[in-house]
Structure formats: structure tokens, C-alpha cells
């Protein structure tokens, strides 16, 4: 538990996660004094069995993305994503996610909620406050695979009059300003011209 939860505060996605990315002598001192209270707290309760349901749900979670994470990225066809094993497919990854999720709720329903209620919390935090990383999420990669189908489905069949809107391209020229080694472009107006051509429902790409 110290190494994972040093492994997440070196990540930087959760600020106020960073002092404990320290270790001292290859030790993640910071994190342990951390995990110990928690356990401590746990142990006080002095019911052990309420915070195992709990526990177990935060693993299956764990579990579950995982899959989804896998299923996704072979979906998606991602170029970095080269998996080992020879029989694997993304049905078997989509079957854990089902299988963590069910028996999640089989065990504790309850317990699942406050689990998932507490996941989305801390994926909305780091979404809102974390640090933006270079590995890339996969909602972005599935927004782009729906946009690359989208653009396809476009172009098999003429569109008809009353469906039909214009798609601008517009080549424009821009000056530098050598004060402070900007640019801009030399006529800005265009852009109010191109927005009402378009009229707000069309594609407009703008090369400089």
C-alpha cells in the first residue's frame, strides 16, 4: 500500500497527493506513516468485517478498470497498445468488467455504490485539478474513433438539398510582431466573414 500509493503521487494527477511521492533510502517513509494511520483508524472501529466488504469493492473496481482499459484500447486500435498474449480479445476483457461489476453488487449493493460513488469523485477531481499527462486517456481516443466514423458515414451517399451545409477552407495570411515574437493575423475581420458563411452549423478549417 506505501508503494502504490507513492506510485499515484509521483504520477502528479492529485496535488495534494505530491508530498508523499518522497522516500528516503529507497523507502516511501512519507506514504507509510499515511497508510499506518489509515490502518490504525481501521482498526479502532474494531469491526473489521464492515470495512472488508468495503475493501474488496475498491479491488474489484480496481480490477474492473483495468479490463475496461484494455477492452478500450483494443477497440480503438491504439498504437501502443501490443498485447502478449496469443489468445487474448477484447470480449475477454469486456466479460471481467461485467463479471467485477456483478459481483460487486452480489456481494454488497450498497457497498458497490459508495465504491463507485467515491471512484467517479476522485476521477472528477483529477479531471478538474489533476495534472495533464503525455500517455493520453481513452475517451479522447474514443471521441476521435467516433468523429473517424462519423466523417466516413458522410461520405457514402451524396447529401440531400435540404441537409446540405457548406465546408470552408480558408487560407489566411499572418505577420509576426517582432516585440515579443508573436503572430497574428493580418486580417481578423475574415474571421466574422467565414463564421456567418458557415452560420454556426458548419465545418470551418482555417490553414495560416
Not at 503525455?134 to 458522410?154: N, Q
Not at 447529401?159 to 451545409?165: E, G, I, Y
Amino acid at each position: 500500500a506505501p508503494r502504490l500509493l507513492q506510485a499515484v503521487a509521483k504520477d502528479d494527477l492529485i496535488p495534494i497527493l505530491s508530498p508523499f511521492a518522497k522516500s528516503y533510502r529507497g523507502e516511501p517513509v512519507p506514504a507509510l506513516f499515511l497508510t499506518l494511520f489509515i490502518c490504525e483508524c481501521g482498526i479502532l472501529i474494531a469491526d473489521l468485517d464492515k470495512l472488508t466488504a468495503l475493501l474488496s469493492m475498491f479491488f474489484l473496481l480496481c480490477y474492473g478498470f483495468v479490463n475496461l482499459a484494455c477492452a478500450l484500447q483494443t477497440i480503438l486500435k491504439a498504437p501502443s497498445w501490443r498485447p502478449r498474449f496469443r489468445f487474448y480479445h477484447w470480449i475477454l476483457s469486456l466479460m471481467g468488467v461485467l463479471l467485477c461489476i456483478s459481483i460487486m453488487f452480489i456481494a454488497s449493493w450498497y457497498f458497490a455504490l459508495v465504491a463507485m460513488v467515491i471512484a467517479i469523485v476522485i476521477y472528477k477531481f483529477i479531471e478538474y485539478k489533476g495534472a495533464e499527462k503525455e500517455w493520453g486517456d481513452g475517451i479522447r481516443g474514443l471521441s476521435m474513433s467516433a468523429a473517424r466514423y462519423a466523417l466516413f458515414r458522410v461520405d457514402e451517399a451524396p447529401p440531400h438539398t435540404k441537409n446540405w451545409r457548406p465546408q470552408l477552407l480558408a487560407f489566411l495570411n499572418v505577420q509576426r510582431n517582432d516585440e515579443d515574437e508573436s503572430y497574428a493575423l493580418r486580417h481578423p475581420r475574415v474571421l466574422n466573414f467565414l463564421y456567418q458563411l458557415k452560420a454556426g452549423i458548419s465545418i470551418l478549417s482555417i490553414n495560416a
